[in-house]
């Protein structure tokens, strides 16, 4: 075993990089380590999401990438096992330590996940969802509104509006991940999680994908997981290298792919990238 | 090792390998053909035994309404009109056919080739229409049970006089009335428009199919929403722990318990400490309801489980709350299974008679229940009563009987299957 990795499995292992962000700060997570039953999936993570960038998480299968990005809106809260501790804190109020309730930290925080999951329910339905029950429109030509500009932003406008009532099953794989992330951006959100959104698509549908991710982070805080090496390098500003639960390194995207400085981090690099 | 030797190696075992394979699918085969001819055998059996049930033998009558009989005092009050002599006027119609019998035995046997509701039919008729007193009716009228199977060939003529139910003499005026064309087989209404009888040629099936309608109303009514309740807070809402383990493991319990106790548990809380009616649908529906419960809750949970996790994730993702979550998506894709795991469950109650037996649905009833709170019988007590029934006639009416049923259950499966495909969500 080298010596890094062994420096790794201790507890005390401090990350290497610049946690903060130049970018004014969304969320933070100090301390964080999560469990699941017994097992220690995150140890003591800390990192810095800020505004107008894409932060993108890489790692080998099972480094608690997906684990990380499920703590930012509570969605491990689902799994009965887990257990979650430290402080994660969107705009300072502590989204974990009932100053936030987690219905309002959802609508803050949207997701889109790996494979495409629209409701079975119509490509209108599925973008008024969201601002439905949370209430944000009174008229329905408001709620029409919102789900036009959202289907706009999401580039799926002029594709879809002629068949608004077709369900958001019957299209394309890549326009389903699109319709997704229209539903994630109606309820208006400060930042928006990826988990791997373009391992279910091709090469075109993920060109589309990194388009609007490149569009969207104008407005919103990005955090994507992705095993892709060149689409972390396409869209991302800063990368996390998580290794077996410890966040290894961290910094702008530029600094990881061309001079990282932990040895676990440029092996990956180094393999990845060929 | 080269690729020659796999090559052999493979060659040698393939044989063996698509031989397996070719058994085991024969297996299959057999297995499937053997429970076809079981279930060939046992519809043939049951129809062809069921089938003549359908149809009763009845006689052409011209009766004379004579108002001696009717309404002697001549008050054309119904009242009185309703007790007349109906019986009295159709065995003078039929003694007018038969001019040369005389003596009292063997009028007596001519009368009894009727039917004994062949007087009520005209009862019924005068007391409606009381303009029919000293007309001149042709009517057909239903002949007595054994007479009917006699004309079916369920009757050995060749066996002694003695040991048949019917007598020379009737077989005689039986062949003496076909000659004229006055005999004729009809089809069967009563099977389906009257309640149990003694008297097998006026039995119907109609209150016991009404007795099992209402039961099952009752039963879907009480135990779905309850099971559906119950699956949804143990399967979304409920923390796993020992208690919910326990819990789960003591409904898959419930549902392996014998029916009967159901019927027990029924006779000693329904009847005994709330005080409600013995033998009414509503009883029997409780019971069925208790006994369906952990079926559909099995079913529901199922269903529950079966809807993908990246439906809640992303109702979860946009912030919808965990009643929202269950509500608007998972309920509406688990339904379908839900509502098939229910009607399989009610039609497996639907022929159960051990649990209705205890709660006292085996009495003989002949009204049809026009509450659940009225006494009843329910399709497979029927069943069992009228194969328990010594006359001949029952025998074909039991397997009519079991044929409703087997409609009824059909109907039951076909609006699963139906509710199915309606109601299941693609993607």
Same mark, same amino acid.
């Given at each position: 075993m080298k010596s890094n990795e062994i420096e790794i499995l201790k507890d005390e292992f401090q990350t290497i990089g610049d946690i903060k962000t130049?970018?004014?700060?969304?969320?933070?997570?100090?301390?964080?380590?999560?469990?699941?039953?017994?097992?220690?999936?995150?140890?003591?993570?800390n990192l810095e999401v800020g505004r107008k960038e894409v932060l993108a998480l890489i790692g080998p299968s099972g480094c608690g990438k997906s684990t990380f990005i499920r703590c930012l809106n509570r969605l491990n809260d689902t799994i009965d096992t887990c257990k979650v501790s430290g402080d994660i804190t969107l705009e300072d109020i502590d989204i974990y330590k009932g100053h936030m309730d987690v219905v309002l930290l959802r609508a803050r925080v949207g997701m889109v996940f790996q494979k495409p999951n629209p409701f079975p329910k119509s490509i209108y339905e599925n973008v008024a969802y969201g601002p439905r029950i949370h209430g944000m429109t009174i008229s329905k030509k408001e709620l029409d509104e919102i789900v036009e500009s959202s289907l706009e932003r999401a580039g799926l406008l002029d594709e879809v509006k002629d068949r608004m009532h077709?369900?958001?099953?019957?299209?394309?794989?890549?326009?389903?991940?699109?319709?997704?992330?229209?539903?994630?951006?109606?309820?208006?959100?400060?930042?928006?999680?990826?988990?791997?959104?373009?391992?279910?698509?091709?090469?075109?549908?993920?060109?589309?994908?990194?388009?609007?991710?490149?569009?969207?982070?104008?407005?919103?805080?990005?955090?994507?997981?992705?095993?892709?090496?060149?689409?972390?390098?396409?869209?991302?500003?800063?990368?996390?290298?998580?290794?077996?639960?410890?966040?290894?390194?961290?910094?702008?995207?530029?600094?990881?792919?061309?001079?990282?400085?932990?040895?676990?981090?440029?092996?990956?690099?180094?393999?990845?990238?060929? | 090792m080269s690729d020659a030797s796999i090559t052999e190696i493979v060659n040698k075992n393939l044989k063996k390998r698509y031989k397996k394979e070719a058994s085991f699918q024969r297996y299959g085969q057999i297995s499937i053909l053997l429970a076809a001819s079981f279930l060939v055998i046992f519809f043939t059996d049951i129809i062809s035994k069921g089938y003549t049930a359908f149809n009763q033998s009845e006689i052409r009558l011209s009766i004379y309404m004579d108002q001696e009989f009717i309404d002697p005092e001549k008050t054309g009050d119904i009242e009185e009109i309703r007790y007349g002599n109906f019986d009295g006027l159709v065995f003078q119609s039929l003694y007018d056919l038969f001019p040369e019998v005389t003596s009292r035995a063997e009028k007596r046997k001519l009368r009894n080739i009727l039917s004994s509701?062949?007087?009520?039919?005209?009862?019924?008729?005068?007391?409606?229409?009381?303009?029919?007193?000293?007309?001149?009716?042709?009517l057909w009228l239903p002949l007595d049970d054994e007479i009917d199977m006699l004309?079916?060939?369920?009757?050995?003529?060749?066996?002694?006089?003695?040991?048949?139910?019917?007598?020379?003499?009737?077989?005689?005026?039986?062949?003496?009335?076909?000659?004229?064309?006055?005999?004729?087989?009809?089809?069967?209404?009563?099977?389906?428009?009257?309640?149990?009888?003694?008297?097998?040629?006026?039995?119907?099936?109609?209150?016991? $199919? *009404? =007795?099992?309608?209402?039961?099952?109303?009752? #039963? &879907?009514? %009480?135990?779905?929403p309850l099971a559906v309740a119950a699956a949804i807070y143990l399967e979304e809402f409920a923390r796993k722990n020992r208690f919910t383990d326990f819990i789960e493991v003591n409904i898959n319990n419930l549902a392996a318990v014998p029916s009967i106790i159901y019927g027990l548990l029924?006779?000693?809380?329904?009847?005994?400490?709330?005080?409600?009616?013995?033998?009414?649908? $509503? *009883? =029997?529906?409780?019971?069925?309801?208790?006994? #369906? &419960?952990? %079926?559909?809750?099995?079913?529901?949970?199922?269903?529950?489980?079966?809807?993908?996790?990246?439906?809640?994730?992303?109702?979860?993702?946009?912030?919808?709350?965990?009643?929202?979550?269950?509500?608007?998506?998972?309920?509406?894709?688990?339904?379908?299974?839900?509502?098939?795991?229910?009607?399989?469950?009610?039609?497996?109650?639907?022929?159960?008679?051990?649990?209705?037996?205890?709660?006292?649905?085996?009495?003989?009833?002949?009204? %049809?229940?026009?509450?659940?709170?009225?006494?009843s019988a329910a399709l497979p007590v029927q069943v069992y009563l009228w194969a328990d029934s010594p006359e001949r006639a029952f025998v074909e009416k039991t397997s009519a009987a079991i044929l409703v049923l087997l409609a009824f259950l059909l109907s039951m499966n076909s609006l699963a299957i139906w509710l199915r495909n309606k109601y299941e969500i693609k993607w």
């Open positions: 130049s970018k004014e700060v969304v969320m933070s997570v100090k301390n964080c380590n999560v469990f699941y039953g017994e097992d220690h999936a995150l140890k003591n993570i077709a369900t958001g099953t019957s299209l394309s794989g890549g326009q389903q991940q699109r319709l997704c992330i229209a539903r994630a951006i109606a309820v208006k959100p400060d930042i928006i999680l990826m988990d791997e959104p373009c391992s279910a698509l091709d090469p075109i549908a993920t060109e589309k994908i990194e388009e609007l991710i490149d569009e969207l982070k104008q407005n919103y805080a990005i955090v994507m997981v992705t095993h892709s090496m060149s689409q972390a390098a396409r869209v991302s500003q800063r990368a996390a290298y998580f290794h077996l639960g410890h966040l290894v390194e961290v910094g702008t995207t530029e600094k990881i792919f061309n001079d990282p400085e932990h040895q676990l981090t440029r092996n990956y690099i180094s393999g990845r990238m060929g | 509701s062949a007087g009520i039919e005209i009862q019924n008729l005068v007391v409606n229409d009381p303009s029919l007193i000293n007309k001149t009716l042709d004309l079916k060939g369920n009757i050995d003529v060749l066996l002694p006089e003695e040991s048949r139910r019917v007598s020379d003499s009737q077989i005689k005026f039986i062949q003496i009335l076909q000659s004229k064309g006055l005999i004729e087989g009809k089809f069967n209404d009563t099977l389906f428009t009257a309640g149990d009888s003694r008297e097998a040629e006026q039995a119907g099936i109609l209150g016991a $199919l *009404v =007795g099992s309608a209402l039961m099952l109303s009752i #039963t &879907f009514i %009480v135990a779905f029924g006779l000693a809380v329904f009847i005994n400490f709330f005080g409600m009616p013995r033998s009414a649908p $509503l *009883v =029997g529906g409780l019971v069925l309801a208790l006994m #369906t &419960f952990p %079926v559909i809750i099995i079913a529901s949970r199922a269903a529950l489980q079966s809807v993908p996790p990246s439906i809640r994730d992303a109702a979860y993702g946009v912030g919808a709350s965990k009643i929202q979550t269950v509500f608007d998506h998972v309920l509406p894709l688990a339904l379908p299974g839900m509502l098939t795991g229910s009607i399989i469950g009610m039609a497996r109650a639907l022929g159960e008679s051990a649990p209705l037996i205890m709660i006292g649905m085996v009495a003989f009833v002949v009204d %049809v229940p026009s509450s659940p709170l009225d006494s």
